[in-house]
């Protein structure tokens, strides 16, 4: 069964610090989504991606967020320079059109990448 | 506003059934999903609803009712292995932005 993957399962890194965050998709979706879950809270909407472009965007995806599609398979979320509140677990998910609605429809969600800034 | 608001634990017994409740309110709508999340890992698909009524799935049923902003997850001949957190989710826009819930943590006790 086609899944969608996620590197590194865990990162640990210093608070003023870049990272990026790796995501393969599953591979014929079209749609493409970064969610955050912070320890004990609810799952956030970071940031959706369509057609080579952001689509939308959450308060959270300020300027220190970006997202990339740099080759036909990864999804890269970059975070410029963390800061304690970062930590989190990162998900990676990817849809296709509803067949009768044509709206992003089931989400698959990847394992997650647990960022931890000290 | 946003919001999604269900109930934060539940109890329930092996072999019974138990209705996980939902109510939301979001500028857009495009669907209700049911989503399960164990501890550490990440959400899983249950269950999708767009249009009022009742979807079943095996031993998962979901009902939505528009009009009045809420839906259940019905989970029925209960196992241990239900014991999860279960994630009600409303799909916001056409690209199907997720804004979900805080999440019911469900205890199945034997």
């Known amino acids: 069964e086609p899944e969608v993957t996620q590197t590194p399962s865990h990162q640990v890194t210093q608070m003023g610090q870049e990272v990026i965050l790796r995501c393969v998709p599953i591979?014929?979706?079209?749609?493409f989504y970064w969610y955050r879950q912070i320890l004990g809270q609810k799952v956030e909407f970071l940031v959706s991606?369509?057609?080579?472009?952001?689509?939308?965007k959450s308060e959270i995806f300020d300027d220190q967020f970006s997202v990339e599609r740099p080759d036909g398979s990864n999804f890269t979320l970059k975070i410029r320079s963390t800061k304690l509140e970062d930590s989190a677990m990162y998900f990676c998910?990817?849809?296709?059109?509803?067949?009768?609605?044509?709206?992003?429809?089931?989400?698959?969600f990847g394992p997650g990448t647990r960022l931890t800034v000290t | 506003g946003q919001n999604i608001d269900q109930p934060t634990e539940m109890t329930a017994t092996e072999g019974a059934i138990v209705q996980i409740n939902c109510t939301y309110q979001?500028?857009?709508?495009?669907?209700l999903f049911w989503y399960q999340q164990h501890a550490g890992e990440a959400p899983t698909f249950l269950s999708y609803?767009?249009?009022?009524g009742l979807e079943e799935k095996g031993r998962f049923s979901s009902f939505l009712s528009r009009s009045k902003g809420y839906s259940y997850l019905l989970l029925k001949e209960l196992q241990m292995k239900d014991s999860a957190s279960y994630l009600c989710?409303?799909?916001?826009?056409?690209?199907?932005?997720?804004?979900f819930g805080q999440g019911t943590e469900l205890s199945v006790k034997p």
């Open positions: 998910a990817s849809s296709d059109p509803h067949r009768r609605t044509g709206i992003a429809y089931e989400q698959y």
């Open positions: 591979s014929n979706h079209l749609y």
């Open positions: 991606f369509y057609n080579n472009e952001i689509s939308e």
């Open positions: 979001t500028s857009g709508f495009n669907g």
């Open positions: 609803n767009v249009l009022d």
């Open positions: 989710a409303a799909s916001a826009s056409q690209g199907g932005k997720l804004i």
